[in-house]
């Protein structure tokens, strides 16, 4: 057996990179091995995924010279930013940059760049069909990463866009769970109409990245788009009652009232999805379960994961 090929992890103690660190060290026949970056080898993420057998070591996305360092000897990088880290788009594409620059000078073969629609695509900063945002965005957490796909195909990195879905680990950590109105019954509020929005567990992220980099020749220069399924909010209601054995309401509210919900990022998410909404046919078609399932057999539906995560799902 020659020697295991290294994939560089850019926020290996986050979801997405996690996930991916996770799916490697489980498949020890992949020939590949995994680097995990992260700002501090010393929190108790970095320490677990040390336990587990990464290779755990320093980098910071915002120096470029301590990402060099990390890819270096790297066959393979997954890069993915953090805007609601500092909800600062042109951070997040600074950040983008910088990786790009680091995987072109550490001669990285394959780069899987995590990122999404630049929505301005479809929805020009003089449709008032939804407010602008900080002066130059529609959806800022889509804009600045799609705006940076340009950055990967400048440079000419060998690269894969993948295009990820909404995490349904959201409902846990984002807040976005159901909740009890005044009536004490749950509902799960969503400015989504009747559209049908693409979810996916965030594990099943990192396992179909590492189905890529497996298949590196097939996927180069392409963008993959992945879900688990496409639901409605309803739909999503009905699996959530199922699963914590009570009922669950869907609660549509129009995007200009979830805007004004008031936590930090409202108004992006908000235009997040009513873009996901306005162009549902299109946002769907480019995340397709099954490319999904052929990159990662053990994809899990939504009432698979409910199964596994619903006792973590904070109702108040």
């Known amino acids: 057996m020659g020697e295991k090929q290294v994939i560089a992890v850019v926020g290996a103690t986050g979801m997405q990179g996690g996930g991916l660190v996770r799916a490697i060290l489980a498949n020890p026949a992949s020939g590949l091995t995994v680097r995990a970056l992260t700002r501090d080898v010393h929190s108790d993420k970095a320490k677990e995924l040390a336990r587990l057998g990464a290779e755990v070591v320093a980098a910071d996305v915002h120096d470029v010279e301590s990402l060099k360092r990390a890819f270096s000897g790297a066959a393979g990088a997954f890069c993915v930013t953090f805007f609601w880290a500092h909800l600062s788009p042109e951070k997040e594409y600074a950040e983008a940059e910088a990786m790009a620059k680091a995987a072109k000078a550490a001669g990285v073969r394959h780069v899987i760049w995590s990122t999404l629609e630049d929505t301005r695509r ?99 220069g392409k963008t993959v788009g992945i879900a688990g399924e496409h639901l409605t909010g309803s739909q999503m209601a009905t699996a959530l009652g199922k699963a914590l054995g009570r009922e669950v309401r869907y609660n549509a509210v129009p995007p200009e009232v979830y805007r004004n919900f008031g936590f930090p990022g409202a108004d992006d998410l908000a235009n997040m999805f009513q873009f996901k909404r306005d162009f549902n046919a299109v946002f769907c078609a480019a995340r397709e379960p099954a490319i999904a399932r052929a990159l990662n057999g053990g994809l899990q539906t939504f009432a698979q994961w409910l199964e596994v995560n619903k006792a973590r799902i904070p109702l108040s």
């Not at 529609?138 to 340009?150: R, S």
């Open 122 to 220: 479809w929805v020009p900063l003089s449709d008032n069909r939804m407010p602008t945002l900080m002066g130059k965005y529609k959806v800022p957490h889509f804009d600045a990463k799609g705006e940076a796909d340009q950055l990967f195909k400048q440079l000419g990195l060998p690269t894969t866009f993948l295009l990820t879905s909404f995490y349904w680990d959201n409902l846990i950590h984002f807040g976005m769970g159901p909740k009890p109105g005044p009536d004490g019954a749950l509902a799960l509020t969503l400015p989504m109409g009747e559209a049908r929005l693409p979810g996916i567990a965030a594990d099943d992220i990192g396992k179909c990245a590492l189905g890529i980099f497996k298949k590196r020749e097939a996927y180069l």
